[in-house]
């Protein structure tokens, strides 16, 4: 049998890494983080549990990535979304909207990911996390913004805070008034994006589908 190709095996690593992501976000979401294990995700993702350790330090640093997977791919689907547009507020509308909508339907991720950014640590440097900053870099710069290196930070800090005040214990802020005060910060109308009440209720769809774990090697 002759040794694996590069590719292949840069494929399959892929796959295993896609695989530890989807793992961690469904563990976490179905059973809080503190109850999730490692060795969880790691049977779950049908993945040696030493595996783990070689594509993420620890398990905070594993489920801040399946999280910021988790909201680029939330926030492609909502700028991408049918009738797809290039026009910029509308586009700011519909990205705000995917992040407080995954507050709103996701709140134990969104938590875990709130508290997980107040470690010592911070942000984890991630291709996920590099994804969703060039997304919402990309939709200021849309918007109209001379200064996107000051203007995305601004706007990433209103949504974190936004999802902080919706998720507070005891004390939550409805989304929609939340969803107000963004987009009056703005100067967005309240009929852009998605606005409260305008779609039918849906189940909650299932998270696999953020987690390409399909063969894309092109060998079939």
Known sequence: ?????????????????????QAAVELVDEHGFEATTLGAI?????????????Y????????????????????EEGLEREPRTDDGRERLARAIDAILGLTRDRPVLMRQHMAGLLQAEGFVQCPEQRRLSELLGDTV??????????????????????????????????????????????????????????????????????FATEDRSGSG
């Open 1 to 21: 049998m002759s040794p694996r190709s590069a590719s292949v095996n840069e494929e399959l690593r892929r796959r295993s890494r896609e695989r530890l992501l």
């Open 42 to 54: 790691a049977d779950r993702a049908g993945s040696a549990r030493g595996l783990v350790s070689y």
């Open 56 to 75: 993420f330090p620890g398990k905070r640093q594993l489920v801040q990535s399946a999280v910021h997977r988790l909201m680029h791919r939330t926030l």
């Open 141 to 210: 710069a849309r918007y109209g913004s001379q200064h996107v290196e000051a203007d995305y930070p601004m706007l990433r800090a209103l949504l974190m805070g936004a999802v902080f005040a919706a998720l507070v214990p005891g004390v939550p802020m409805p989304v929609p008034v939340l969803r107000a005060e963004l987009f009056e910060r703005y100067g967005l109308d309240w009929e852009q994006g998605v606005p409260p009440g305008s779609a039918p209720e849906t189940e909650r769809q299932e998270l696999s589908r953020f």
